[in-house]
C-alpha cells in the first residue's frame, strides 16, 4: 500500500512544501508506517502567518453571526464523520476506541462552544459612569494566533483553541504534532469544506522550526502549547519578551486520595481507567495513589494491583477487543517505551517495591508494537524519582499517609499541579480538599477531572505557565483585549 504523504493547508490550498524533508509517522501498534509528513520551514511558516495577517481585517470586520456559520457546518461534518475520525486517530496514536470516540465528542463539544459567540464575545456598559458619561468595554479580536500541539489527543487539544480564536475573529495558524498529523490533516478537510474564507485557518507540519517562527514572526499575537515544562518555559520566556500573549501547558503528576469512608470496588475500577487509558499518555491521567490510613492502605493496594493484572493490552483496533471499553494500546513510539522502561529501573533502584512489572508485556499481536503492560509500584516515598518525574506512561505509583492533611502536604509539595481527585463521602474532607489542595483541575470522586467545553482548563506551579486558561469563557479572553472606551455627548444648540 503506497504511503501517504501529508501536506500543509495554506491560504485555503493544500501544499507540498518543496526541497523538505520528510519524517515517517508510525502506527505504534504494529510498527507500519502509515505516512510521511513534511518538516516544513521557516519560509512555509512565515507564508502561512503571512496568509493570516491579510485574512485578518476582513474576518474581523464580519458579523459574528457569519463568523460562526462554518463552525456549524464543522460540527455537523465531524458529527457525520465521527467514527472515521477516531479510526484514524487510533491508528496513528494507538489508544483505545473508546476513548478516540471519547477525545472526538469532546473536539465536537469545543466547537458547538464557540458556537456561542455571539453571547460569549458581547461587551459590557456602564451608564452614568459620571454626570453625562457612559462607560463601555468592547471585547475586539488582536490578529493572529498560532498553536503548537502534542501527540496525545490529536482532536481534541487543538480544539481547545482553535474555533474560539476564528469565532472571536482572529486567523489561526497550527502545528499537528509531527507524530500524530494524520488526524488533523482529516479535520483540516472538513475545515476546507466549511466555508471559511481563505487565510482564516491554516496548517503547517514540521518540528520545532515552526514553533520558532512562530515565537520569532512580529505579526504573531499569541501562542499556545501543550508540552513539556521545559519547553513550555522557553516558550513562556520568549514570547513574554516580544509582549505576546501565551497559553504554555505543562507536565502534570496527576494524585488520587482514597480516604477510609470511600466505596473501595467503585474507587478500584474508576482508578483503572483513570490511570491506564491511554496508555497513561494523558496530561490529567491519575499517576500517584495516596491512601489514608495503613489498613486502608493495604487494602487498596492489593485489589489495585490485582485489577493491573486484568487490563486487556492489545491493538486497539484489533476486531476482537476493539469495542471493549477498556483496552490499553502502546506508548507512542519506541523512544517513549525506553524512557518508561528506565523510569521502571529508577524505581528498582530507588528502593521501591515494585509490585507489577509491565516490561517484557507480551501476546498476540504485540510484538512489533511499543507496548508496555501495566506497573504498579507500592512502598513509594515522596520525592522519590519515580513520584517526582512524569512518566507518561501506564506506571503508577502509590504512596501512604496518615491523614487527609498529610496528603495535601504530598501534592502541594510536588512541582506540577496539574489535576488531583479525593474518593470520599465526606462533604468536610471534600471542601477541605477542594479549597486546600494546590491544584487547576480538582475531581471529587472523579478520576479524571476532565477538561469540559463549557468550562475553563488548565493547571497550576509548573503545570501551566500562563494567567489564562482555555477553553469556554477563559478562551474568549485569550483571544480578546478589552477596549475601554469612555463617551460624553453635548445637546445640539
Same mark, same amino acid.
Given at each position: ?96 476506541? +473508546?476513548? *478516540? ?11 458547538? %462552544?464557540? @458556537?456561542? /459567540?455571539?453571547? =460569549? ?43 474560539? +480564536?476564528? *469565532? ?11 507524530? %500524530?498529523? @494524520?488526524? /488533523?490533516?482529516? =479535520? ?306
Amino acid at each position: 500500500m503506497a504511503v501517504r504523504k501529508l501536506k500543509n493547508y495554506v491560504n485555503g490550498e493544500w501544499r507540498e512544501p518543496e526541497g523538505c524533508d520528510w519524517l515517517d509517522v508510525e502506527n505504534p501498534s504494529t510498527g507500519e508506517i502509515i505516512g510521511q509528513v513534511p518538516l516544513s520551514s521557516t519560509e512555509d511558516t512565515n507564508e502561512a502567518i503571512a496568509a493570516a495577517h491579510a485574512a485578518f481585517a476582513g474576518w474581523a470586520e464580519t458579523p459574528v453571526d457569519k463568523r460562526v456559520a462554518p463552525l456549524f457546518k464543522l460540527a455537523g461534518l465531524i458529527r457525520d464523520n465521527h467514527e472515521k475520525i477516531c479510526r484514524v486517530l487510533v491508528e496513528e496514536n494507538g489508544k483505545s476506541l +473508546a476513548d *478516540a470516540r471519547a477525545e472526538v465528542d469532546r473536539t465536537l463539544e469545543n466547537v458547538e %462552544v464557540s @458556537c456561542g /459567540m455571539p453571547i =460569549l464575545q458581547q461587551g459590557e456598559k456602564l451608564v452614568g459612569a459620571a454626570p453625562g458619561i457612559d462607560g463601555e468595554v468592547l471585547r475586539l479580536p488582536m490578529g493572529v494566533f498560532a498553536m503548537i500541539a502534542p501527540f496525545n489527543f490529536p482532536a481534541m487539544v487543538p480544539f481547545w483553541f482553535l474555533p474560539y +480564536a476564528i *469565532a472571536t475573529g482572529n486567523t489561526f495558524v497550527l502545528k499537528p504534532s509531527k507524530q %500524530v498529523p @494524520c488526524t /488533523m490533516q482529516l =479535520l483540516s478537510e472538513y475545515i476546507d469544506q466549511s466555508g471559511f474564507p481563505k487565510g482564516v485557518f491554516n496548517m503547517v507540519c514540521g518540528d520545532r522550526t515552526i514553533a520558532e517562527a512562530f515565537m520569532d514572526h512580529p505579526q504573531v499575537q499569541g501562542v499556545s502549547i501543550v508540552g513539556s515544562t521545559p519547553t513550555c518555559r522557553i516558550i513562556a520566556n520568549k514570547c513574554a519578551s516580544a509582549n505576546k500573549r501565551f497559553q504554555a501547558m505543562g507536565a502534570a503528576k496527576n494524585h488520587l486520595v482514597v480516604m477510609p469512608d470511600a466505596k473501595i470496588d467503585d474507587v478500584i475500577r474508576n482508578m483503572i481507567t483513570s490511570g491506564y487509558g491511554c496508555a497513561g499518555q494523558r496530561c490529567m491521567a491519575s499517576s500517584a495513589i495516596v491512601c489514608v490510613g495503613d489498613e486502608l492502605y493495604d487494602e487498596v493496594t492489593e485489589k489495585f494491583v490485582d485489577a493491573s493484572r486484568q487490563v486487556t493490552i492489545a491493538n486497539p483496533l484489533d476486531p476482537e477487543v476493539a469495542d471493549e471499553m477498556m483496552v490499553m494500546g502502546p506508548v507512542i513510539s519506541a523512544k517513549a517505551k525506553e524512557f518508561v522502561h528506565s523510569m521502571i529501573e529508577t524505581g528498582v533502584k530507588e528502593g521501591a517495591t515494585l509490585a507489577l512489572d509491565g516490561r517484557g508485556v507480551q501476546g498476540p499481536g504485540l510484538g512489533n508494537g511499543h507496548f508496555v503492560g501495566t506497573t504498579v509500584f507500592t512502598d513509594v516515598k515522596p520525592g522519590m524519582e519515580i513520584h517526582k518525574t512524569e512518566i507518561f506512561g501506564p506506571v503508577q505509583v502509590m504512596l501512604k499517609a496518615q491523614t487527609l492533611d498529610d496528603a495535601i502536604k504530598i501534592i502541594n509539595d510536588h512541582k506540577y499541579g496539574n489535576g488531583a481527585s479525593i474518593y470520599t463521602q465526606n462533604g468536610y474532607w471534600a471542601r477541605k480538599f477542594k479549597i486546600e489542595t494546590e491544584c487547576g483541575m480538582i475531581g471529587v470522586n472523579v478520576g479524571i477531572p476532565a477538561p469540559v467545553a463549557y468550562l475553563p482548563f488548565g493547571g497550576m506551579k509548573s503545570s501551566q505557565f500562563a494567567d489564562i486558561k482555555t477553553q469556554g469563557s477563559a478562551a474568549l479572553r485569550f483571544y480578546t483585549q478589552d477596549k475601554i472606551v469612555t463617551e460624553r455627548y453635548w445637546p445640539e444648540e
